[in-house]
């Protein structure tokens, strides 16, 4: 049986670098921008900036997703007789693929020079001048060049990439002391823990500067074991841990740490998780006495009304009423729920009103509207239900409720005759939750092009190939590098930039999960882009709505890696390739090495036993077949896949519902669900982890459809501008 992971969510960019990444950087934006007004004798303001609008005119980047021997002929024609900056890009691009595949000779004849006519990568291309003679065996020139990055280049981050190659301790020394964000200089750091693990300082840099990287814990494992450690080190140590989820190491170093709300917090918390409720409730207590207005001290209240039983949790519920509006509807929500089973209703009904009333926006009353609107519809009351579910469109639109509560406000006014409003209704889900399965649900139900549960197997739209945007954040020769596929040096060039800042801008977080892509991540790449939705400040929910308008922001959340095995395989099958390509999005987040804790392997989450069962199926031995391959996986992903398509007559509904549930409980649900309307079926599926994930597939189809294919994008922005409104409710 074919099996999902963990509930882990969370984005994009095939091309060239997924694995190996080490080489080349800059320091910060600023000095950027001094040396290449000094280079180009302009001021900064008049340099021309990357832009979506002149990339897009750019012909090298266009066919950067082609491969190498694809794209060489267009490059050398480009390099040869073609206008700057492109001929400067081409030229870059087709040495890079020389020296990729070890021709110096060629590679130098386009590199001579290069550093004066394409100012922004001046230092790279002596770099890869260098690579270049070292493939010739002239060693001496590439350390001659190395050196003149030294000198020339002393301040740019690319001179870690010389210093490493060059290889001297007091080089190294100056790569730890100046760029203690460069990946190159963690490999230096590493290199002498292996051979002395007793340099707190060392460590102390790769938890400062490298807290995402692998092996981190190890790291900081290894350094609470230093007696020296003062109590700002704790606070970083502890901070670490927590972002790795590691709760009780985390409460053990905040312990060594300054008392703040942040530390206290977490020492309670940790303590909490670790079943320690009695001193959890006294390190609770103590962050509320110090600190009686802090964030931590609303949600350590929360926590207490946990931990209390009956009405002793009321009295923590009534002080964040009175005190911290931030938390309060969650309190209110809980308050309540528990008064409702103390059997007070009168005050749980009063509790509901309140919270209505004076915090009608919250998700929370959202929640309550939702829960009294789908009892309503239970007991047939379908009006009760449409006015009760109206408002959460209007009032909670940020609240993930709200396209589904559209959509069923559609439905319901259609079981009420009310036609023009059931489309009106359906209009608005497609124009305000445009990303959202309920979206696709409302198109199929206006009739548009986006087909239904019993044909979208067989459709085959049109797919417009992704292109990386221009990132949001970084220096002009980091957006450069990126948008040629130059994956190692733009990687090392952001992170030397971005510095690992504790709390990254809106932009430069969209970055980072660019970047993530770039190495093959996409999990903590999409887990990292679709965050930024959760972000509190008022500046920062601004950046969010801006970029969030932006379809690079939505590409980037469904990505298009294995396109061409996607193609082919669900070519081969029959099937649409954006369902595929959507199964793949929930079942993996496109990591092809990803196992679940049942064993189910890669990109489709195959089972091993499953795997067997398929490949003599179709002549294959699977002993030769490697299901961390993401040819092998999707081929036999794909056979599954038609596999469950064909017993449920070609309802993708069901078929979708068979692959993560199993065939068995399928069954059983199409002898005791009434099988009339689907939308009805799927909101009553008994199992939740298979409704969320037919709804979550189809919704990840409908976002590929919407963003990659032009028809439907044209479709969607009509909507959006025309941005029908609903009613309120009485």
């Given at each position: 049986?074919?099996?999902?992971?963990?509930?882990?969510?969370?984005?994009?960019?095939?091309?060239?670098?997924?694995?190996?990444?080490?080489?080349?950087?800059?320091?910060?934006?600023?000095?950027?921008?001094?040396?290449?007004?000094?280079?180009?004798?302009?001021?900064?303001?008049?340099?021309?900036?990357?832009?979506?609008?002149?990339?897009?005119?750019?012909?090298?980047?266009?066919?950067?997703?082609?491969?190498?021997?694809?794209?060489?002929?267009?490059?050398?024609?480009?390099?040869?007789?073609?206008?700057?900056?492109?001929?400067?890009?081409?030229?870059?691009?087709?040495?890079?693929?020389?020296?990729?595949?070890?021709?110096?000779?060629?590679?130098?004849?386009?590199?001579?020079?290069?550093?004066?006519?394409?100012?922004?990568?001046?230092?790279?291309?002596?770099?890869?001048?260098?690579?270049?003679?070292?493939?010739?065996?002239?060693?001496?020139?590439?350390?001659?060049?190395?050196?003149?990055?030294?000198?020339?280049?002393?301040?740019?981050?690319?001179?870690?990439?010389?210093?490493?190659?060059?290889?001297?301790?007091?080089?190294?020394?100056?790569?730890?002391?100046?760029?203690?964000?460069?990946?190159?200089?963690?490999?230096?750091?590493?290199?002498?823990?292996?051979?002395?693990?007793?340099?707190?300082?060392?460590?102390?840099?790769?938890?400062?500067?490298?807290?995402?990287?692998?092996?981190?814990?190890?790291?900081?494992?290894?350094?609470?074991?230093?007696?020296?450690?003062?109590?700002?080190?704790?606070?970083?140590?502890?901070?670490?841990?927590?972002?790795?989820?590691?709760?009780?190491?985390?409460?053990?170093?905040?312990?060594?740490?300054?008392?703040?709300?942040?530390?206290?917090?977490?020492?309670?918390?940790?303590?909490?998780?670790?079943?320690?409720?009695?001193?959890?409730?006294?390190?609770?207590?103590?962050?509320?006495?110090?600190?009686?207005?802090?964030?931590?001290?609303?949600?350590?209240?929360?926590?207490?009304?946990?931990?209390?039983?009956?009405?002793?949790?009321?009295?923590?519920?009534?002080?964040?009423?009175?005190?911290?509006?931030?938390?309060?509807?969650?309190?209110?929500?809980?308050?309540?729920?528990?008064?409702?089973?103390?059997?007070?209703?009168?005050?749980?009904?009063?509790?509901?009103?309140?919270?209505?009333?004076?915090?009608?926006?919250?998700?929370?009353?959202?929640?309550?509207?939702?829960?009294?609107?789908?009892?309503?519809?239970?007991?047939?009351?379908?009006?009760?239900?449409?006015?009760?579910?109206?408002?959460?469109?209007?009032?909670?639109?940020?609240?993930?409720?709200?396209?589904?509560?559209?959509?069923?406000?559609?439905?319901?006014?259609?079981?009420?005759?009310?036609?023009?409003?059931?489309?009106?209704?359906?209009?608005?889900?497609?124009?305000?939750?445009?990303?959202?399965?309920?979206?696709?649900?409302?198109?199929?139900?206006?009739?548009?092009?986006?087909?239904?549960?019993?044909?979208?197997?067989?459709?085959?739209?049109?797919?417009?190939?992704?292109?990386r945007p221009v990132p949001p954040a970084g220096s002009q020769t980091f957006q450069e590098?990126?948008?040629?596929?130059?994956?190692?040096?733009?990687?090392?060039?952001?992170?030397?930039?971005?510095?690992?800042?504790?709390?990254?801008?809106?932009?430069?977080?969209?970055?980072?999960?660019?970047?993530?892509?770039?190495?093959?991540?996409?999990?903590?790449?999409?887990?990292?882009?679709?965050?930024?939705?959760?972000?509190?400040?008022?500046?920062?929910?601004?950046?969010y709505q801006a970029l969030s308008q932006q379809s690079i922001y939505?590409?980037?959340?469904?990505?298009?890696?294995?396109?061409?095995?996607?193609?082919?395989?669900?070519?081969?099958?029959?099937?649409?390739?954006?369902?595929?390509?959507?199964?793949?999005?929930?079942?993996?987040?496109?990591?092809?090495?990803?196992?679940?804790?049942?064993?189910?392997?890669?990109?489709?989450?195959?089972?091993?036993?499953?795997?067997?069962?398929?490949?003599?199926?179709?002549?294959?031995?699977?002993?030769?077949?490697?299901?961390?391959?993401?040819?092998?996986?999707?081929?036999?992903?794909?056979?599954?896949?038609?596999?469950?398509?064909?017993?449920?007559?070609?309802?993708?509904?069901?078929?979708?519902?068979?692959?993560?549930?199993?065939?068995?409980?399928?069954?059983?649900?199409?002898?005791?669900?009434?099988?009339?309307?689907?939308?009805?079926?799927?909101?009553?599926?008994?199992?939740?982890?298979?409704?969320?994930?037919?709804?979550?597939?189809?919704?990840?189809?409908?976002?590929?459809?919407?963003?990659?294919?032009?028809?439907?994008?044209?479709?969607?922005?009509?909507?959006?501008?025309?941005?029908?409104?609903?009613?309120?409710?009485?």
């Amino acid at each position: 049986m074919l099996k999902k992971l963990q509930k882990t969510q969370i984005y994009l960019l095939t091309g060239a670098g997924i694995c190996a990444f080490f080489a080349g950087a800059m320091v910060a934006a600023p000095q950027a921008g001094k040396t290449l007004s000094q280079w180009l004798n302009l001021s900064p303001d008049k340099q021309e900036q990357l832009t979506e609008a002149n990339k897009a005119k750019s012909v090298v980047f266009s066919i950067l997703s082609q491969s190498v021997p694809e794209r060489l002929t267009k490059l050398t024609e480009i390099a040869e007789r073609g206008s700057s900056p492109d001929r400067e890009r081409a030229r870059y691009l087709l040495a890079s693929d020389y020296v990729e595949t070890s021709q110096g000779e060629k590679a130098l004849s386009l590199l001579l020079g290069l550093e004066k006519d394409y100012p922004v990568l001046a230092p790279y291309v002596l770099l890869k001048q260098a690579q270049a003679h070292d493939i010739l065996g002239e060693g001496k020139k590439a350390s001659d060049l190395r050196q003149k990055v030294l000198k020339e280049y002393p301040q740019e981050a690319a001179v870690v990439k010389a210093i490493y190659a060059i290889a001297q301790p007091k080089l190294h020394d100056q790569a730890i002391a100046q760029f203690p964000s460069h990946p190159l200089t963690w490999e230096i750091i590493r290199k002498r823990l292996r051979e002395n693990p007793n340099q707190p300082n060392l460590q102390l840099i790769l938890v400062k500067y490298a807290a995402d990287e692998p092996g981190i814990i190890g790291v900081l494992d290894q350094l609470v074991k230093q007696p020296q450690l003062k109590p700002a080190d704790w606070e970083l140590v502890g901070a670490v841990y927590w972002k790795n989820n590691q709760f009780t190491k985390a409460q053990n170093a905040y312990v060594k740490a300054p008392k703040t709300a942040t530390s206290l917090y977490r020492i309670a918390r940790g303590l909490q998780l670790n079943k320690e409720q009695d001193k959890a409730i006294a390190v609770y207590k103590q962050l509320i006495q110090k600190f009686p207005t802090e964030t931590e001290t609303g949600i350590a209240l929360l926590r207490l009304s946990e931990i209390a039983k009956g009405k002793d949790s009321i009295t923590y519920l009534d002080q964040i009423i009175s005190k911290f509006p931030e938390q309060a509807p969650q309190a209110l929500a809980r308050k309540a729920t528990l008064l409702e089973s103390l059997k007070d209703d009168q005050s749980a009904n009063a509790t509901w009103k309140l919270l209505l009333g004076k915090y009608s926006g919250s998700d929370e009353a959202a929640e309550f509207r939702w829960k009294t609107a789908e009892a309503k519809a239970k007991n047939n009351d379908y009006l009760g239900a449409w006015e009760w579910a109206q408002p959460i469109t209007i009032n909670n639109k940020t609240s993930i409720i709200a396209p589904r509560a559209g959509f069923w406000v559609g439905k319901w006014a259609t079981t009420l005759n009310k036609q023009q409003e059931a489309i009106t209704a359906y209009q608005y889900v497609i124009s305000e939750f445009p990303y959202s399965y309920y979206a696709w649900r409302s198109a199929s139900l206006l009739g548009l092009n986006v087909g239904n549960f019993n044909n979208i197997r067989l459709m085959n739209p049109t797919i417009i190939p992704y292109q990386r945007p221009v990132p949001p954040a970084g220096s002009q020769t980091f957006q450069e590098l990126y948008l040629l596929g130059q994956d190692r040096d733009a990687w090392q060039q952001w992170k030397t930039e971005v510095n690992q800042k504790t709390e990254p801008s809106v932009a430069e977080q969209f970055t980072e999960g660019l970047m993530s892509f770039t190495k093959g991540d996409y999990l903590i790449g999409i887990d990292k882009i679709s965050k930024l939705e959760d972000r509190k400040t008022p500046t920062d929910k601004a950046e969010y709505q801006a970029l969030s308008q932006q379809s690079i922001y939505w590409q980037a959340r469904y990505p298009f890696p294995y396109f061409k095995e996607i193609e082919k395989w669900s070519t081969s099958r029959q099937l649409n390739p954006l369902l595929v390509t959507a199964l793949m999005r929930q079942e993996s987040r496109f990591q092809p090495k990803i196992k679940s804790v049942v064993g189910a392997t890669g990109l489709m989450q195959v089972m091993p036993s499953t795997g067997a069962w398929i490949a003599p199926q179709i002549n294959l031995d699977f002993k030769k077949l490697n299901l961390e391959d993401p040819t092998d996986n999707i081929n036999l992903g794909t056979w599954y896949l038609d596999h469950t398509h064909q017993q449920y007559g070609n309802n993708s509904m069901l078929a979708i519902a068979s692959y993560n549930a199993g065939p068995g409980n399928v069954a059983k649900w199409l002898r005791t669900i009434p099988k009339k309307d689907p939308d009805e079926f799927v909101e009553v599926i008994p199992f939740d982890e298979t409704k969320n994930y037919v709804r979550q597939v189809f919704g990840n189809y409908w976002n590929y459809l919407r963003l990659y294919n032009p028809e439907v994008s044209a479709i969607v922005t009509k909507y959006s501008e025309a941005h029908p409104k609903l009613g309120t409710s009485k």
